[in-house]
Nanobody, 125 residues
């Protein structure tokens, strides 16, 4: 079992940066692949970024590539999402998630086993 708690969301202006954190409790955090997803008002949850258990492989949605960076610190049981050059369309509730296997389909919501409660990000124009 893994419990995930996100933090770091807030209200920012377009062009600003935020760093989201997701702290995991439970066993063997370092053996889990991690992902960040988001859900905007009235829209379905979508993939943002994913990271292998070692941190050696990362993937991003096209909409955030070059602006967001996913990373992890296994010693702190924490995964991060650094978000730069934020845009109003990045407004959403952001969720971290964990799964044992990174492949296949690292972007598939249904394949993640554990989810946090989400942290809200609002970007004003």
């Amino acid at each position: 079992q893994v419990q995930l708690v996100e933090s770091g969301g807030g209200l920012v202006q377009a062009g600003d940066s935020l760093r989201l954190s997701c702290v995991a409790s439970g066993n063997s955090f370092s053996s889990y692949a991690m992902g960040w997803f988001r859900q905007a008002p009235g829209k379905e949850r979508e993939f943002v970024a994913a990271l292998s258990w070692s941190g050696g492989s990362t993937y991003y949605a096209d909409s955030v590539k070059g602006r967001f960076t996913i990373s992890r610190d296994n010693a702190k049981n924490t995964v991060y999402l650094q978000m730069n050059s934020l845009k109003p369309e990045d407004t959403a509730v952001y969720y971290c998630a964990a799964r044992k296997d990174f492949y296949p389909h690292y972007e598939a919501i249904r394949l993640y086993d554990y989810w946090g409660q989400g942290t809200a990000v609002t970007v004003s124009s």
